[in-house]
């Protein structure tokens, strides 16, 4: 059994350009969501994807978009970047349709640095 | 809407000495409430996780907590921590019937000293 995989591991971009991170989910987990996680806070919900559908979005700008593919894994695209979007993105999988019981199992992150 | 306040945003504690971090929540509907623990440069891994059934709930590396109704708290224990407890941990809730969306407290850093 494969654990949640994201990539890249480091990135560093430049304020108004756009970004695409990547995520692979754990075998047999249908379910992908994503979270920003800034220094010293909490991870904050960004949205969710259940069977390739957004299944739930969070407080975050529709510059923040995403996908998930026939696979399972997902992308989480982030445009205009601002100083701001510098955080640790997280990706967790987990097996959708629980009601909220189920375990989420989460990727080490991608550290993003906008100057 | 639910929200998750964790009381301390640091704790020092002494190795082989008990620790409690402390949890609340607000919320309009039930909710199912988790521990996760994040160690540095890494992502977050399940302590233990409340569902239904007995409010006393053991997860791993000997960790505990106690879910109580009426005081919206589901406060974590470790009778004797490690060096290698060292970590930050998060309190999070799910509502109960919705979608595996988490909300987060926002963190709890337990430093264990020699």
């Known amino acids: 059994e494969t654990g949640v995989t994201q990539s890249p591991t480091h990135l560093i971009k430049t304020r108004g350009q756009q970004v695409t991170l990547r995520c692979s989910s754990q075998?047999?987990?249908?379910?992908v969501s994503w979270y920003q996680q800034a220094l010293g806070q909490g991870p904050q919900f960004i949205f969710q994807y259940y069977r390739e559908e957004e299944n739930g979005r969070g407080n975050f700008p529709p510059r923040f978009s995403g996908l998930q593919f026939p696979n399972y894994s997902s992308e989480l695209n982030v445009n205009a970047l601002e100083l701001d979007d510098s955080a640790l993105y997280l990706c967790a999988s987990s097996l959708g349709g629980t009601g909220g019981a189920t375990e989420a199992f989460f990727g080490q992150g991608t550290r993003l640095t906008v100057v | 809407a639910q929200s998750v306040t964790q009381l301390d945003s640091q704790v020092p504690v002494f190795e082989e000495a008990p620790v409690e971090l402390r949890c609340n929540y607000s919320s309009s509907v039930s909710v199912y409430l988790f521990w996760y623990v994040q160690y540095p440069n890494q992502g977050l891994q399940l302590l233990l996780k409340?569902?239904?059934?007995?409010?006393l709930v053991k997860g791993i590396n000997g960790f505990e907590a106690e879910f109580n109704k009426s005081q919206t708290s589901f406060h974590l224990r470790k009778p004797s921590v490690h060096i290698s407890d060292t970590a930050e941990y998060f309190c999070a809730v799910s509502a109960q019937g919705g979608s595996e969306k988490l909300v987060f407290g926002k963190g709890t850093k337990l430093t264990v000293n020699p």
């Open positions: 409340y569902l239904s059934g007995s409010t």
């Open positions: 075998s047999g987990h249908n379910t």
